[in-house]
Every structure is written in structure tokens, then in C-alpha cells.
């Protein structure tokens, strides 16, 4: 029961997160003031830590290690590459990188999604 509980907290936490970053990067883009609210800066990291300890946990209850399971390593690889490419896309200096980032940024959240949904790191084969 608490696994399942768990699961749906993940799945509820990563729609909320994307959710937001979807927001805050069309209102970064769009040059949109409440971007810069203090509460819009800090919520997303609230979010995100409570999106990634739930999935530790997940992780640790299926007793699931990134060195021995090829599904969980590629989804922190892509994990990392979303946190990178999110970081450009709202500090990046010129507009373009902040365009490119902000859209391979969403390609690699989906990539993660698609790996935890098929539990296969290579999802185009």
C-alpha cells in the first residue's frame, strides 16, 4: 500500500514539475515579470526535492541500484541532462541557447518518462 501511495506521489510530483517548468520557461521566454517573484524561484525547488526523494525511495523500496539496473542509470542520466539543459534555459545570456535548452531540456524529461514507463533505457529500439 505505502509503494503504491508512493507511485502515484511520483507520477503527481513529476506532472507538477514539468508543469511549472513549462510555465516559468514560456514566461522566462516570453520576458514575463512574475518570473522573477521569489515564490516562483523557490516553489520548483520544493517540488523537485520532494519529486526525487520519493523517487529514491521508490528506488530503495524495489531495492533498484543504478549500477545494476540499466533502466534506473538512464534515468538519472537523463535527469542530469534536464537539470543542465533547465539551467541554461533560464540563465543562459542569449535568447537562442535559452530556446534550444528550454526545448532539449523538455526532450530529456520525456525521455525519462518513457524509460520509467517501458523500463528500457533504449527506447527507439
Not at 541554461?88 to 520509467?116: D, I, Q, W
Request: glycine fraction near 10%.
Amino acid at each position: 500500500m505505502a509503494y503504491l501511495w508512493l507511485k502515484t506521489a511520483h507520477m503527481v510530483l513529476a506532472t507538477v514539475s514539468i508543469s511549472g517548468f513549462l510555465l516559468r520557461g514560456a514566461g522566462r521566454l516570453g520576458g514575463r515579470s512574475w518570473v522573477r517573484r521569489r515564490w516562483v524561484r523557490i516553489a520548483p525547488h520544493v517540488i523537485d526535492t520532494l519529486f526525487l526523494v520519493s523517487g529514491v525511495t521508490l528506488a530503495w523500496i524495489l531495492g533498484a541500484s543504478p549500477l545494476n539496473t540499466d533502466w534506473l542509470a538512464a534515468k538519472i542520466a537523463g535527469l542530469v541532462a534536464y537539470i543542465l539543459l533547465g539551467i541554461l534555459a533560464f540563465r543562459g545570456r542569449r535568447r537562442g541557447l535559452r530556446v534550444v535548452s528550454f526545448v532539449l531540456a523538455l526532450a530529456a524529461f520525456g525521455y525519462v518518462v518513457l524509460v520509467a514507463f517501458s523500463k528500457r533505457p533504449g527506447i527507439w529500439i
